[in-house]
């Protein structure tokens, strides 16, 4: 302990001495000898400071980075542009933390910062109300179930199939707590199979659960999604790439009640998985019942426009057990970097980079087909992933691909056995023409 915190003897002996402790064994002397580690850690020779910056870089000459790698890998994490600006602004000192801003009178900049971000989320998703984020997509999605069974009384959500697998992993995890149940929706064509789900749907059912584009990356019948849950009344939620909301309709548009997903792609990087940031959006209605944190536009007693942490009736506070959520901080520093990235791109320049994605991946997917190498495995259309089927093993050929310093799409046969040899491509708006090209090349010599 004395080697990381800076106490010299002395002052441990004080310590000691008014603690009424004759040594630092005294400390542990509840805990039965054999628990105890009787010898030293196995632990390194410390090394200088030199020696340290050496070793790391040598650790970090062992990952495949995006600097020098061109990567078509997506499968819910994805190489966007993130303009420098982003780094800048998050880099700052009064905005460099994650935690929730209890004290308003002197977290002003902070709580300003994170209710800009609510209102871009309601901007994107057409909903109402936005909370002040969770901690990724797969989270968001486990927190929307858990508020809609709370709301409807019913213990039933059904979820397609085509919903990301880790994002199913989650839910399931936390259902196992609550009680409710998951009952999963099978696809036909690459999306939810809608007879399915009129089929299975019920009067227990709490929750119809979409994501689209979907993780095939194809777009889901969202419309008819929400007209079959609403006829049961059930509430509708939907997952969604906040990329695709430059050039779709809006769920809130289409009558979804609660919105959710990954934020990774709003100027955070991929950073090995993490941290990212889940955006949570509903309606009015539901708003007294949304997990986490809303940050709330008031006055103060000289007129002048100030932010607070509003409807904090939930969590710690006086509700406690009766919360619909136990989660109680928000990615804030990942929020403020989506914020920074949407407000450097603005309206125009978000559309834009939707896109760019969108005219780029079916480039892509054509000239991949054109090599017959290829072939079309869904006829849905797909924003900026799709799956190809391979005439070898997905595996080889990422590997191959690999020592042309290009990461190659997801192996979905990983997580969907029935589509062995299927390839999950994703083309952002940062792969340029000659990056496409290249790709198709080395696939065809691979």
Known sequence: MSGYISNTGEQQREMLAQSGLENKESL??????????MKELNLQVGMSEIELFEHMKDLARKNHNLEDYTCFLGAGAYDHFIPSVVDHMISRQEFYTAYTPYQPEIS???????????????????????????????????????????????????????????????????????????????????????????TKISCDTAAVIL???????????????????????????VSVDPVSLGILKAPGELDADIVVGEGQALGNSISFGGPYLGFFATTKSLMRKIPGRI??????????????????????HIRREKAISNICSNEALNALAATVHLSML????????????????????????????????????????????????????????????IIGGFDIGRKYP???????????????????????RKAIEA
């Not at 209710?115 to 927190?143: H, P, R």
């Not at 997917?365 to 079309?376: A, M, V």
């Open 346 to 405: 603005g309206k125009q320049g978000f559309k834009t980079v939707a896109e760019l994605c969108l005219q780029k991946a079916h480039y892509a997917y054509n000239q991949l087909i054109q090599t017959g190498k290829f072939k079309p495995v869904f006829s849905a259309p797909f924003f900026k992933e799709f799956i190809v089927k391979s005439t070898e093993p997905i595996e080889q050929l990422n590997k191959k691909l690999l020592e042309e310093k």
């Open 108 to 198: 002003q900049g902070t709580l300003q910062a994170i209710f800009e971000y609510q209102t871009m989320i309601c901007e994107l998703t057409g909903m109402e109300v936005a909370n002040a984020s969770l901690y990724d997509g797969a989270t968001a999605l486990a927190e929307a179930v858990a508020m809609a069974c709370q709301t409807t009384k019913r213990k039933e959500v059904l979820i397609a199939n085509t919903v990301h697998p880790e994002s199913r992993e989650v839910l399931k995890t936390y259902s196992r707590g609550s009680g409710n149940r998951v009952s999963e929706i099978n696809y036909r064509e690459g999306r939810m199979d809608m007879g399915e789900l009129e």
């Open 295 to 316: 940050v709330g536009q008031t006055t103060d007693y000289t007129g002048k426009r100030g932010y607070v942490l509003t409807l904090q009736a939930r969590e710690q």
């Open 28 to 37: 542990f002397k509840d805990i039965p000898q054999h628990l105890r580690l």
């Open 211 to 237: 994501q689209t584009p979907n993780f095939f990356g194809m777009l889901e019948n969202v419309q008819e999604a929400v007209t079959i849950a609403h006829r049961n009344k059930s509430l509708f939620i």
């Open 418 to 440: 029935e589509l062995k040899n299927c390839w999950l491509i994703a083309v952002t708006e940062k792969r340029s023409k000659t990056d496409i090209d290249r790709l198709i």
